[in-house]
């Protein structure tokens, strides 16, 4: 039993005996409301029921493909979403409770070139991707494909251009087999027609990525002063404390854990309250509670009103920010993504469109309707983050708090530079690729497959490698899985024990060995420009003598794990992330807490072994892991 603490809520978790939440009682405005899990017997979720505050919630319950533990059914309050899956194990279809199906179609390199449906709202959710030729979204074709967004970046992955295009058919003028070069009134006919810009911006940026193209002006630490005709003022701690746009000035205070803890605006004063691990649970307009929030793992689960017996709406999720749906007045309204995974659209069980949005790159509002209306129940929109508006334009984004105007954090990043060199910006300047749920590090959305050029990508995806990409270097040391950008290296292949460079070492101890998830295969991991591979694990690797991943990345291919002589994992392609066994807590601090003194690892594509006895093989560069030590 763990027990959180903080001025305006209380959690308790406990725990089953395999270290997972049974249960969890949080005492928040007044009310008690308990989360009770349950579990299949490989240890995934299977059902989950919510009470409290005189409210009836929404049973959850999730239905697994035994052979893969990927997700086929999703089932809330009794209708049933329907997912289909490709041999990549990616999802080709939704199907949801009223019938309507979402296809996807994927490129072989895992990205999503085209997303529609049979529905009558085709037109309103339906995208088209194209990339370039280093795999990044160039272009997004909207409906009917005569309108659609443009991306340009510089040579180090900057977004540099958002442009919005428009098809334009040739004048009438133009007409005739063949079509005259100059029309009757003497304008061009080999010019007029196709794409062409109705708006976009232009973005460039100083030697420390900090966009510099509309008026942003930046002091020592790329601390903000200026941006697209407002100006800021930052605090000794790094967190803008005002912000003054066309004669109005918004005051933003800070705890001394730098979480923004109030912001004042147009008379209205905004109070936020957090959870003991930093999770928001309140807030306060003028000194009175507006909402609160109940979290199921790192989603929302609920924002409740002000007394917390009512609901304003709740929410389920295919995984962190990625919505499957909202229910607002008993009614399920279901979330559809584009290809850069904002929420573009809300429909209901006749198969309506009830919302819609628009977004620049950066994620500022840019058209849209509300036709229910939900009048801001409804939260989860760029990127599928949290907007708490409406009194100013901010992104929740966990650790940290989101302004889309500027495409900057508001304060600096908690994990300091391994979150890179300049702690503001979002998702390294690419906001197309990429997104940030936790506030703490980009995540790509689609990378490549490494089980391109396969004979069998099944087989290659359930464990046969030999098809994967080396990447830009020679791919020797890579396990069948990319290490380089992608270039043009030879297929990867598991070392050999002759082969020249570090040599093993035997680490022996006791491990807590977690079954993993089948469906990052073929994803990038949480070292850059490693992709998940079966057959591998995903480790802490803190664990290793408190190193940085750029230390252990030329190692990964050569750390493998045996439990009773069997071989469990060879390679390391990812890190340890996904739900918290403890909520508001990071993942992997959570396991350590629960797991003290052992090695924690995690099979990508194998079952839960509890704590074991094990084995590693770790190259002489690197220590013991902790909970392990030499022979």
Request: with cysteine.
């Amino acid at each position: 039993m763990l027990t959180n603490t903080s001025p305006v809520d209380t959690e308790t978790v406990y725990l089953n005996v395999a270290g997972q939440p049974d249960s969890i009682r949080t005492k928040l405005a007044g009310q008690t409301y308990w989360r009770r899990y349950r579990y299949t017997t490989a240890g995934l979720r299977d059902s989950l029921d919510v009470s409290g505050g005189g409210i009836v919630f929404k049973s959850r319950k999730w239905i697994w493909n035994s052979a893969f533990g990927t997700l086929s059914e999703l089932h809330v309050g009794g209708a049933v979403t329907s997912i289909a899956r490709n041999k990549d194990l990616q999802d080709t279809s939704v199907t949801f409770p009223s019938g309507d199906r979402v296809s996807r179609q994927y490129y072989p390199l895992h990205n999503v070139t085209q997303i529609s449906t049979t529905a009558a709202y085709n037109s309103t959710i339906a995208r088209s991707i194209g990339f370039d030729t280093h795999g990044r979204i160039s272009e997004q074709a909207v409906g009917d494909g005569s309108m659609a967004d443009q991306y340009t970046y510089d040579g180090i992955g900057r977004l540099t251009s958002d442009s919005t295009m428009q098809n334009v058919a040739p004048s009438s003028t133009c007409d005739g087999n063949p079509p005259p070069i100059v029309d009757p009134n003497g304008n061009s006919c080999i010019t007029a027609g196709g794409w062409q810009a109705t708006a976009g911006t232009k973005l460039a940026y100083d030697a420390a990525s900090n966009d510099t193209a509309n008026g942003g002006s930046f002091l020592t630490g790329n601390r903000i002063t200026a941006f697209g005709g407002c100006s800021y003022v930052t605090d000794n701690d790094g967190n803008v404390t005002s912000r003054t746009c066309s004669g109005q000035t918004v005051t933003f205070t800070w705890t001394a854990e730098s979480r923004l803890a109030s912001y004042t605006v147009g008379g209205q004063t905004i109070a936020l309250q957090y959870d003991a691990a930093g999770w928001l649970v309140r807030k306060d307009v003028n000194g009175a509670p507006q909402s609160h929030f109940v979290w199921d793992g790192d989603n929302l689960l609920a924002e409740l009103t002000s007394t917390g017996t009512g609901l304003v709406a709740e929410y389920s999720y295919y995984g962190p920010d990625q919505l499957h749906a909202l229910f607002v007045g008993g009614t399920e309204y279901n979330a559809h993504a584009d290809g850069l995974g904002n929420v573009i659209a809300l429909t209901d069980g006749a198969q309506t469109v009830k919302r819609t949005y628009g977004y620049t790159a950066w994620g500022q509002s840019a058209g849209g309707s509300d036709l229910r209306p939900f009048t801001n129940a409804d939260r989860a929109r760029f990127k599928g983050a949290l907007w708490l508006g409406p009194e100013v334009d901010l992104y929740y984004m966990r650790a940290r708090w989101y302004e889309p105007q500027s495409g900057r954090f508001l304060s600096e990043d908690p994990v300091g530079l391994e979150g890179g060199l300049n702690a503001y910006v979002y998702t390294s300047d690419d906001p197309v690729n990429s997104s940030d749920p936790l506030g703490l590090d980009e995540e790509p959305l689609e990378p490549p497959s490494p089980c391109e050029g396969a004979v069998d990508v099944f087989a290659c995806l359930t464990g046969d490698w030999g098809g994967g990409d080396g990447g830009g270097g020679s791919g020797a040391d890579s396990f069948g899985f990319g290490l380089g950008g992608g270039g043009g290296g030879n297929p990867g292949q598991q070392p050999k024990a002759n082969q020249p460079g570090p040599q093993p070492q035997q680490c022996v101890g006791r491990a807590r060995v977690l079954g993993g998830n089948p469906r990052s295969v073929g994803r990038q991991g949480g070292f850059p420009g490693v992709r998940v591979a079966a057959g591998s694990a995903a480790i802490i690797p803190q664990q290793f003598g408190g190193l940085p991943k750029s230390s252990l990345a030329p190692y990964l291919g050569q750390i493998s794990g045996s439990v009773g002589g069997r071989v469990i994992f060879a390679g390391v392609t990812d890190v340890i992330g996904g739900t918290s066994p403890i909520p508001g807590m990071n993942v992997r601090d959570a396991l350590q807490l629960l797991n003290p003194g052992t090695f924690i690892v995690e099979l990508v594509t194998g079952t839960d072994l509890g704590v074991v006895n094990i084995s590693l093989s770790v190259p002489e560069p690197l220590s013991c892991p902790t909970g392990t030590a030499r022979p």
